[in-house]
T-cell receptor, first 113, second 113 residues
Framework: EAGVTQSPTHLIKTRGQQATLRCSPI?????VYWYQQALGLGLQFLLW???????NRGNFPPRFSGRQFPNYSSELNVNALELEDSALYLC????????????FGQGTRLTVV | AQSVAQPEDQVNVAEGNPLTVKCTYS??????LFWYVQYPNRGLQFLLK??????LVKGSYGFEAEFNKSQTSFHLKKPSALVSDSALYFC???????????FGAGTRLAVHP
């Protein structure tokens, strides 16, 4: 069974540009979560999608947005990139709601220069 | 609000010795607790979870965790540490209302030969 896959692995962007990160969940998983792991700041929750709907978002500005497609894959978009957006962005998936564990992808390393 | 605390930034242990990585939690209602491990430049790997039942939970790679309700703790343990166990360990609690995982700051485990 394939795990959670994220693309690209690395992404370098210039300040002010837009970045798009992609995530494919494990087959059968309907929930997708996005986290930001910036140096020294731990894992910060960004967004939760389930069945195509945004269910919850963390304390991030509106320029962080995303969507979930009918096949449950997801995109994270970051507009007007700032230097402090440089981080490892992790996607996770789980079997819908409930107390099941979430499985993480390898992450996308976004560097803003 | 749900939260977890990992009081130690780093734990050092000699190979072959038992290891403990500490985690305390604060939740309203029943706690749903998880441990994950992160190797350098990688995503998080699920180790184990506590939902209900036995207070001693066994997980992957020989790890186990002890749930203690009176002390609101969920410490990760392993009877005999390996050098390959050296990594960053995260404790997490599920925010039941929103399904997302809330992570502790992480504890770096260093196992010395």
């Amino acid at each position: 069974e394939a795990g959670v896959t994220q693309s690209p692995t690395h992404l370098i962007k210039t300040r002010g540009q837009q970045a798009t990160l992609r995530c494919s969940p494990i087959s059968g998983h309907t929930s997708v979560y996005w986290y930001q792991q910036a140096l020294g700041l731990g894992l910060q929750f960004l967004l939760w999608y389930d069945e195509g709907e945004e269910r919850n978002r963390g304390n991030f500005p509106p320029r962080f947005s995303g969507r979930q497609f009918p096949n449950y894959s997801s995109e994270l978009n970051v507009n007007a990139l700032e230097l402090e957006d440089s981080a490892l962005y992790l996607c996770a998936s789980s079997r819908g709601t409930g107390n099941t564990e979430a499985f993480f992808g390898q992450g996308t390393r976004l560097t803003v220069v | 609000a749900q939260s977890v605390a990992q009081p130690e930034d780093q734990v050092n242990v000699a190979e072959g010795n038992p290891l403990t990585v500490k985690c305390t939690y604060s939740v309203s209602g029943n706690p749903y607790l998880f441990w994950y491990v992160q190797y350098p430049n990688r995503g998080l790997q699920f180790l184990l979870k506590y939902i209900t039942g036995d207070n001693l939970v066994k997980g992957s790679y020989g790890f186990e965790a002890e749930f203690n309700k009176s002390q609101t703790s969920f410490h990760l343990k392993k009877p005999s540490a390996l050098v390959s166990d050296s990594a960053l360990y995260f404790c997490a609690v599920r925010d039941g209302g929103y399904n997302k995982l809330i992570f502790g700051a992480g504890t770096r485990l260093a196992v010395h030969p």
